[in-house]
């Protein structure tokens, strides 16, 4: 149990359009889904919490306007990179968790997006 | 501010006892998490402890001593697959993770 999916697992795009990337949780509704950033030998960097219904809340530094976060249903997130830039290319993450408190997080296995 | 501490990287031996440490300095507490990280892949469960104390998992141990903001994984029986990050991660008073940097351990034959 405690399946988390990520569509799609990479991406090419151009520089300029906009990329979305799906986060859902297959056998268990997610009260809270969490998007992480990760650059290649660097740790995770927390972007962005969101619960179901409501806006995301957004770490420090990080531009809501162009990473637009949806969470539209208790077992789907939405990540969209909009206008993206060489410097977006990152291994994406998301996770999801149950319950709130001190329920563990389910990661997806990461969206690689590549900006030529 | 919140802190999360533990070495950038280890080696050791096939076989061998390695053993992780991680100091954790957050807002109120609320459970410290292990998870393992192979290149390239997303992060995966390994253990949760909010009491003192070892908890023992297979060839994985965890320890946490919250008077000292102390944590260790302990790995037995070394096999290279576990050659990975490890990341040590502590829910504040918000219940919101505060992540290390992670270990990366290596596994020589």
């Known amino acids: 149990g405690a399946v988390v999916s990520q569509h799609p697992s990479w991406v090419i795009c151009k520089s300029g359009t906009s990329v979305k990337i799906e986060c859902r949780s297959l056998d268990f509704q997610a009260t809270t889904m969490f998007w992480y950033r990760q650059f290649p030998k660097q740790s995770l960097m927390l972007m962005a919490t969101?619960?179901?219904?409501?806006?995301?809340?957004?770490e420090q530094g990080v531009e809501k306007d162009k990473f637009l976060i949806n969470h539209a249903s208790l077992t789907l997130s939405t990540l969209t990179v909009t206008s993206a830039h060489p410097e977006d290319s990152s291994f994406y993450i998301c996770?999801?968790?149950?319950?709130?408190?001190?329920?563990?997080?389910?990661f997806g296995p990461g969206t690689r997006l590549t900006v030529t | 501010g919140q802190n999360i501490d533990q070495p950038t990287e280890m080696t050791a031996t096939e076989g061998a006892i390695v053993q992780i440490n991680c100091t954790y300095q957050?807002?109120?507490?609320?459970?410290l998490f292990w998870y393992q990280q192979h290149a390239g892949e997303a992060p995966t469960f390994l253990s949760y402890?909010?009491l003192d104390g070892l908890e023992e998992k297979g060839r994985f141990s965890s320890f946490l001593s919250r008077s000292k903001g102390y944590s260790y994984l302990l790995l037995k029986e070394l096999q290279m697959k576990d050659s990975a990050s490890y990341l040590c991660a502590a829910k504040d008073s918000n219940y919101q993770l505060i992540w290390g940097a992670g270990t990366k351990l290596i596994i020589k034959p």
């Open positions: 996770s999801a968790q149950p319950g709130q408190g001190i329920d563990e997080q389910y």
């Open positions: 957050t807002s109120g507490f609320n459970g």
């Open positions: 402890n909010v």
């Open positions: 969101s619960n179901e219904g409501s806006k995301a809340t957004y």
